[in-house]
């Protein structure tokens, strides 16, 4: 399994962004998702996760909850992080994660997730 994340960048507090993670090697329908995210000096934390196959189920942390949306597309092979009213202390490298499980909720410690992608950078300016 190999994960492909991108749509970084550099934007103003306030704007928004789109993350994209593709998933190559196997089928994704059959993965979990997640996204975390690492500042520098910081340890990795968790984002937000989404259930296998069709995505019922997503989960947040207490500090995007309300303005990040996960979400997958199947067809696509591909999980998105829909990042809207950006803060300057969301910046940090974000990382998706994939997680072969057939069981609902999780998600949330990074040890679950069995592939990691390489990180795609956002940076929030004041």
């Known amino acids: 399994v190999q994960l492909q994340a991108s749509g970084g960048g550099l934007v103003q507090a306030g704007a928004a962004l789109r993350l994209s993670c593709v998933l190559s090697g196997r089928p994704f329908s059959d993965y979990a998702m997640g996204w975390f995210r690492q500042a520098p000096g910081k340890e990795r934390e968790f984002v937000a996760a989404?259930?296998?196959?069709?995505?019922?189920?997503?989960t947040y942390s207490d500090s995007v909850t309300g303005r990040f949306t996960i979400s997958r597309d199947n067809a696509k092979s591909t999980v998105y992080l829909q990042m809207n009213s950006l803060k300057p202390e969301d910046t940090a490298v974000y990382y998706c994660?994939?997680?072969?499980?057939?069981?609902?909720?999780?998600?949330?410690?990074?040890?679950?997730?069995?592939?990691w992608g390489q990180g795609t950078q956002v940076t929030v300016s004041s």
């Open positions: 989404i259930s296998w196959r069709d995505g019922t189920q997503t």
């Open positions: 994660g994939a997680r072969r499980t057939v069981v609902l909720g999780g998600g949330r410690w990074e040890h679950e997730y069995d592939y």
